[in-house]
């Protein structure tokens, strides 16, 4: 095996132009290791979303390539590669006539599990994600809190084994305790997953509390790209807007 | 006689008449539904298409049902050997009342998709479903609530409508209705009218309740694969009663007759039914009321074989020749034109002539001393006239009546020609155009003026048949022969009289007069 064995994804001169010629990925180089956690950074509207939907092929680049396991997405079926992805966005877009072991049960059903399979399996994930299944099983995604819902979106995402995570500024809606609170088990749990995430936020703690390597995004283009150390260091104006958000005393508490 | 009275007295009849209304509306909706639901979803996933379908969807719904019945009726649409579209009856009734209900329902199925919230489709997708799954198990699911409230506008809508579908013989609540209206009898309109409105009523609960339970969250905790089970039975049922309503069920030895939407063209219909019943052993069968000109195209179509047309009516409105006066030559005109234009034979004439009659109340002739026509002029700038759409349209109506007579009305009001009678007697009009043979004159003690500058072409009553027909059975020829010079104006005016005034059964009153002019009963 060579080296792309340790690659799980890998971006190669993407560029990505909207239909009325508007640019908003230019030129993006990324590899993206097994088991580490990618965290694109950047203002809003700076292409990150459009980054991660360039790995679900949920978008097509316009130019370059872009590779999952050593196959460029285009070759593909979408269907079968989303289901080897995770998916979790900031809405969650838990289905609301679906209970909330439905919704966690959602791919291994499409999958064609067993339905006894089906049921430990969710249950395994709801006490995962720090939901009693007794309690939340049988509920439907209304009748619960917004940290409750992220809960299940990420259990959701992980319900057949994904070996590849994409988030998508998961806990950005929610209040800041629930948020830290959500930020520090994802954490363990990523711990002892090991998954290949790709992380799109625009909080620099939760990029620092969260990444092995800062991907860092300006008008489409990709100005950093390393450890979280080398954002602190880099002379970049952007970098160090950014460091400077991290720098601020109330917030220091998080620094690493 | 009271709305309860005859309700216990005709049960029956009220039973079946709604039967057959809610046939038509639960058939057509379901079709519509058929239809409209997945052409509103295909709109959802090709845009640019919602525009024009939309757009003819939504000029479907304001093409007046008499119009939309008159570009069906010639139709000849077949599918798998079942003819699908065109014809008088069920068929095209329920063809139009589609075209009615398909607006709400594509609307309301596209609006529904399309506000699903994104990110929820956006989640779908991302993890993996197809767009079928996405639609199946999400997008309508969640859309389910505001379809169904466009189906059930679309029901209460269709029964409303359904009611005109008495107009080409589908039956239906609308039979009361329009007999009502005829014979000027408002415990009739009320009988069609007010189960008609408590079915709308029903109707508009019952959907509104299974929307309210789909849209709560009962839905989530149904199994969907019952549901899914549910659909498959209502579809194979909505077949099978398709396949009943539309299966022809035709008997080979079987002549059809019509008639159109009066009394005395009713009256006349069934007097060829039974003299065909009576001299040969084909079995008839009977398609009255037919409104409009669709008694013509249904027999210019092969739908029925022969009714009862006029000959002044022939050469105006369907020849579309210029009036003339001499009967015998109008007679001539139309034979030979219809032979060559149609394929259809005019038969012997029935003896008397049906002439609008320009009626005004009794009381007024005689305060005023008026006789003729031509006496009205220095009265008519006072006078509201009252006239039915069809004479205000045809070519021997209104607009050559008063150029003939230099008449201007204080006001025109066009209406139903069965409601202007009541408009005159209520004294909301003062000068109508009747029938001559009409059995309302007496009953209303009307006086008819005369028309003495012979303005109206004659209108000989004759029976207009199939060639085709009178040569495959010639016993037919010979039965429509014994109705030759049967009947006088006067007799023809009792027997109006004997329906509209005395509420005897049509079935009857024919009976007793073949017998009495010697022309047994079926054998």
Wanted: with cysteine; proline share 5%.
């Amino acid at each position: 095996m060579d080296g792309n064995d340790q690659k799980a994804i890998e971006f190669r001169n993407v560029s990505f132009r909207v239909a009325d010629g508007k640019t908003l990925l230019s030129a993006i180089n990324l590899e993206i290791y097994r088991g580490e956690t990618l965290v694109l950074l950047g203002r809003s509207g700076c292409g990150k979303t459009t980054t991660l939907k360039l790995i679900n092929r949920l978008l097509d680049p316009t130019e370059g390539e872009v590779q999952v396991e050593g196959r460029a997405t285009t070759e593909w079926e979408p269907i079968r590669l989303r289901r080897r992805i995770g998916y979790v966005i900031q809405e969650i877009g838990l289905f609301p006539h679906f209970t909330v072991q439905e919704n966690v049960s959602l791919v291994p059903c499409l999958e064609g599990w067993e339905e006894e399979k089906v049921r430990v399996r969710s249950h395994q994930l709801l006490e995962m994600v720090g939901l009693e299944p007794g309690r939340f099983a049988a509920r439907y995604p209304p009748e619960l809190s917004g940290g409750q819902r992220q809960r299940v979106g990420v259990a959701r995402a992980l319900a057949a084994d994904p070996p590849i995570m994409l988030l998508d500024e998961p806990f950005g809606a929610l209040d800041p305790i629930t948020r830290r609170e959500l930020q520090q088990e994802f954490c363990s749990l990523q711990r002892r997953l090991k998954k290949t995430l790709v992380f799109v936020t625009h909080d620099v703690q939760e990029a620092f509390l969260l990444a092995s390597r800062i991907g860092l995004l300006k008008d489409g283009k990709m100005v950093l790209l390393g450890q979280p150390d080398e954002l602190l260091k880099s002379d970049d104006p952007e970098a160090r807007a950014f460091a400077l958000c991290l720098r601020d005393p109330r917030a220091s508490e998080t620094a690493p | 006689m009271n709305l309860g009275e005859f309700f216990l007295e005709h049960r029956a009849e009220v039973l079946e008449l709604t039967l057959e209304h809610l046939l038509l509306v639960g058939l057509s909706t379901g079709i519509a539904v058929l239809i409209g639901v997945p052409v509103g979803i295909a709109l959802t996933r090709k845009p640019w298409l919602s525009r024009p379908v939309l757009g003819f969807a939504n000029i479907m719904q304001t093409v007046p049902s008499l119009a939309l019945f008159g570009f069906l009726i010639p139709l000849n649409i077949y599918l798998f050997h079942i003819r699908v579209l065109g014809g008088i009856g069920a068929r095209t009734a329920i063809a139009a009342l589609v075209l009615y209900a398909l607006l709400p329902i594509i609307r309301n199925t596209f609006t529904g998709i399309n506000s699903v919230d994104p990110a929820i489709r956006e989640a779908g997708k991302g993890m993996g479903m197809t767009d079928r799954q996405l639609l199946f198990q999400v997008e309508i699911p969640l859309s389910v609530g505001v379809i169904l409230a466009g189906i059930r506008v679309a029901t209460v809508i269709s029964v409303g409508t359904a009611t005109i579908a008495a107009a080409i013989d589908a039956g239906g609540l609308g039979r009361y209705i329009f007999r009502g209206l005829r014979m000027n009898d408002n415990t009739l309109i009320l009988a069609g009218a007010v189960p008609a409105a408590l079915m709308a009523l029903a109707a508009d609960l019952l959907l509104g309740w299974v929307e309210r339970a789909f849209s709560s969250r009962i839905f989530g905790r149904l199994k969907r694969r019952s549901i899914a089970w549910a659909s498959v039975v209502a579809v194979l049922g909505l077949a099978v009663g398709i396949g009943i309503a539309v299966y022809p069920g035709k008997a080979s030895h079987r002549v059809a007759i019509g008639s159109k939407d009066f009394t005395e063209q009713i009256i006349l219909g069934e007097m060829l039914a039974q003299a065909i019943e009576a001299k040969t052993d084909l079995a008839v069968e009977r398609r009255f009321d037919l409104g409009g000109n669709l008694a013509h195209q249904a027999l210019v179509a092969g739908e029925i074989d022969a009714y009862v047309e006029y000959t002044g009516t022939a050469l105006t409105a369907i020849l579309h020749h210029r009036p003339l006066t001499d009967p015998k030559e109008v007679y001539r005109q139309v034979k030979q034109d219809y032979e060559a234009n149609f394929g259809l034979e005019w038969t012997q004439p029935l003896g008397f002539e049906n002439t609008f009659a320009i009626l005004v109340r009794g009381e007024d002739a005689l305060r005023l001393n008026l006789r003729a026509i031509s006496d009205i002029a220095p009265y008519a700038p006072k006078w509201r006239a009252g006239f039915g759409q069809d004479f205000m349209s045809r070519p021997d109506g209104y607009e050559g009546f008063a150029r003939t007579y230099r008449l201007k009305f204080s006001e025109l009001r066009e209406m139903d020609l069965s409601l202007t009678y009541r408009a005159l007697v209520e004294r909301q009009v003062d000068l109508i155009a009747g029938n001559s043979t009409d059995g309302l004159i007496a009953r209303y003690q009307l006086v008819q003026l005369r028309d003495n500058r012979r303005y109206f072409p004659p209108y000989d009553a004759v029976p207009v048949a199939r060639r085709e027909t009178l040569r495959k059975y010639p016993e037919v020829r010979e039965a429509l022969r014994t109705l030759g010079g049967l009947i006088t104006v006067d007799e023809m005016r009792q027997l109006n009289f004997e329906v509209d005034g005395e509420h005897r059964p049509i079935r009857e009153v024919v009976r007793d007069f073949l017998a009495k002019k010697g022309i047994s009963g079926p054998r």
